[in-house]
């Protein structure tokens, strides 16, 4: 009698703003807990009583942290995946339907397949150091906004506002900056990596703050993959016989805006639709680039019509 091969059991989980739906997988059982602390150690009590392998959620901001916290500190295998992944799993599938209940089942289907949907999370220390490069980056959208404002300002008590609301995002700004460096200088790792970052040309301390808060990966993984992470790999498209394009897409944008701003200039349009070019240097023309002969495809070629010479020529005397 052949043994029968246990089958691991895999949890996905829609977190909301109210509700954790949870789905299980390949069983397809389905259960609602309340996001609040306590169903969320209930929840976490039913995963260790069913003996899940490994957890997906989606990575939908900031709703699911207290219950990611709760799954490390119990134990069990973690993965936040992009919502784009579990979107194209869908469409994979060829459901259209899509509910909170449904969404948690297609997470753990996802989950029970895709063995690289658990990957390590990152530490407490990493995650407050992210929330501040997120609020420093608030703050300055917020400080940009306010000098758009002031420029279009006419009425002295309106200026004056603007004014006093730069003033004090300046001062905040500031504050979570001096925290950052702090925090960034009292961990001998990320000290060293800074003290690295800005011995490159162009790299300063608050770019190098940037990349070691919303990039943590940086020296932990190979190159291509940090330029992946980073929105600067090159992927290549090719389809039939059309020539292959190698173009730069997705990334972090938190991680790719300073990098292309250090290479010249803030990125141009072409770089936000996702084509890597280098702005050309003040003062100066980019030049054409002389035309290079391309022989056309057979289909293209156009045949030039015969003439035939009917005048002949006199004959001579």
């Known amino acids: 009698m052949a043994a029968s091969l246990a089958v691991p059991l895999a949890a996905g989980?829609?977190?909301?703003q109210r509700y954790l739906d949870l789905g299980l997988a390949p069983t397809g059982a389905t259960a609602r807990y309340k996001n609040e602390p306590g169903d969320i150690a209930r929840l976490v009590a039913h995963l260790r009583r069913e003996g899940v392998a490994r957890v997906v959620?989606?990575?939908v901001g900031s709703y699911a942290q207290p219950?990611?916290?709760?799954l490390v500190a119990a134990g069990l295998s973690v993965g936040v995946v992009n919502p784009r992944r579990i979107k194209a799993f869908r469409e994979a599938e060829g459901r259209r339907a899509?509910?909170?209940r449904l969404d948690a089942k297609l997470i753990a289907r996802?989950?029970?397949l895709m063995s690289d949907a658990v990957r390590p999370l990152p530490d407490a220390a990493a995650l407050a150091l992210k929330a501040l490069s997120t609020r420093r980056q608030q703050l300055v959208a917020m400080r940009a906004q306010e000098k758009t404002r002031l420029k279009q300002a006419h009425e002295p008590r309106v200026i004056e506002s603007h004014k006093a609301?730069?003033?004090a995002l300046d001062a905040a700004c500031a504050g979570i900056e001096a925290e950052l460096a702090a925090r960034i200088a009292a961990d001998p790792e990320r000290a060293e990596a800074q003290a690295l970052l800005v011995s490159l040309l162009g790299i300063g301390p608050r770019v190098a703050g940037v990349l070691i808060s919303d990039l943590p990966e940086l020296g932990h993984r190979d190159r291509?993959?940090?330029a992946s992470l980073a929105g600067l790999a090159p992927h290549v498209s090719q389809s039939g016989n059309a020539p292959p394009r190698a173009m730069i897409a997705g990334g972090r944008?938190?991680?790719r805006g300073p990098i292309h701003e250090r290479v010249g200039g803030r990125p141009t349009r072409s770089q936000s639709q996702g084509r890597l070019r280098r702005p050309a240097p003040t003062g100066q023309t980019r030049q054409a680039r002389p035309d290079r002969h391309r022989t056309p495809h057979p289909r293209h070629r156009q045949r030039r019509p015969q003439v035939q010479n009917t005048l002949q020529s006199p004959n001579p005397a």
């Open 13 to 16: 989980i829609d977190a909301g």
């Open 57 to 59: 959620l989606e990575a």
């Open 67 to 70: 219950l990611v916290h709760a």
């Open 98 to 100: 899509k509910t909170d």
């Open 110 to 112: 996802f989950a029970l």
């Open 165 to 167: 609301t730069i003033v």
């Open 224 to 226: 291509k993959s940090i």
């Open 253 to 255: 944008p938190c991680a």
